[in-house]
């Protein structure tokens, strides 16, 4: 038996079912009239190559039927092509929240033209969180993204011991060292806070998210500097704690009712708690807005369901995903990158709650 047919893996079928040797890369770049390097950083995503270089090659791959052998590849350039996306949170709040389908859809279709695979990695308890740092120090993804940023999460810490491209939704905080993308969280509370007291609300409360998130304690701080820039003394009486969750905006809108029943106004951190708030405004016998004026923040599809249709702080959150894949990709190929943070411009979307 001939060498070549012992080795499989290196025959394609031909012309009449014909065993014919697989197309290499050198054949492609002979045919694409270029470097076997510029194949290279073709097949890997590279953006250092010229659009007609890349248009060369493609056509080249196309024609040629070549397949590039990954597992070669992954040993000469330790690379894996897998992307994490890690949520720190429970399947209940992941298949409940618009706010991670929108973000998982923007990353998917920023990969969707590139060879990486994408994971998605819930870690819902210790345990989990020892798997995962296991699997990342093993270096088995080329980068991870992290949605949902808590200030006490030891994952953002490990991603930088480990020097793994990595980018955040959100941050833990002002000095945040890894690559983070999010909305203006501070500047969309605080155009609603305004909003609601231009229409004449003077007792305007908030729900919050989880206070050991970054992103609820911007926007608690909108909500603030909106009151006093008006001259509302800030009253911690008007602020509910939630979770960012429906049953969450449900328990705290029931304990502000109870300890500030004349209340006019309410700003909510997501959407998601916003429409809890407004069932148990309804449930109280509040009209809404003639009664209590609603803002929610998120501007997902159940602002456009809730009864009367919901005022929100729209985020790009799509684009937030979209932004943080790019982000990803330009570590991943030119490693030792300066590390970025990306706002993203957030704008009011009046409806008839408010």
Excluded: W
Excluded at 65 to 70: A, D, I, K, S
Excluded at 139 to 167: A, F
């Amino acid at each position: 038996m001939s060498p070549t047919a012992q080795r499989p893996d290196a025959l394609h079928p031909g012309a009449g079912g014909r065993a014919t040797a697989r197309p290499t890369l050198e054949e492609v770049a002979a045919l694409a009239g270029v470097g076997r390097g510029t194949v290279s950083r073709v097949i890997n995503g590279s953006p250092r190559v010229s659009a007609k270089a890349r248009e060369a090659v493609q056509t080249a791959i196309a024609e040629l039927g070549y397949v590039p052998n990954r597992a070669a590849r992954t040993l000469v350039t330790s690379r894996t092509d897998s992307i994490a996306l890690v949520v720190p949170e429970a399947e209940t709040r992941l298949f409940s929240e618009p706010y991670f389908s929108d973000i998982i859809s923007g990353v998917s279709a920023e990969l969707a033209e590139t060879d990486m695979q994408l994971l998605l990695i819930l870690v819902r308890n210790q345990r989990e969180r020892d798997r995962l740092s296991a699997y990342l120090t093993a270096q088995r993804v080329d980068g991870v993204l992290v949605v949902s940023v808590h200030r006490d999460d030891p994952l953002p810490g490990l991603l930088e011991s480990l020097e793994i491209p990595s980018v955040l939704a959100g941050r833990r905080g002002d000095l945040e060292p890894l690559s983070y993308v999010h909305a203006d969280n501070a500047g969309g509370a605080r155009m609603a806070v305004r909003h609601l007291l231009r229409r004449g609300c003077t007792q305007v409360a908030t729900l919050t998210g989880p206070l050991d998130m970054e992103v609820a304690q911007a926007r608690l701080g909108g909500y603030r500097r909106a009151l006093e820039e008006a001259g509302h003394a800030y009253d911690e009486e008007l602020v509910g704690l939630a979770d960012f969750t429906e049953e969450g905006g449900r328990v705290a809108m029931r304990e502000l009712l109870a300890r500030r029943p004349e209340l006019d106004g309410v700003f909510c951190a997501s959407d998601v708690m916003a429409a809890g708030a407004m069932q148990v405004l309804r449930a109280a016998g509040r009209r809404i807005p003639d009664d209590v004026a609603v803002i929610g923040f998120d501007d997902s599809i159940v602002a456009r369901h809730t009864d009367p249709p919901m005022t929100s702080v729209r985020q790009p959150i799509e684009e937030m995903g979209r932004t943080m894949a790019r982000l990803l990709l330009d570590e991943i190929h030119e490693r030792g990158r300066a590390r970025r943070q990306v706002v993203l411009a957030t704008e009011l979307i009046v409806r008839d709650s408010a």
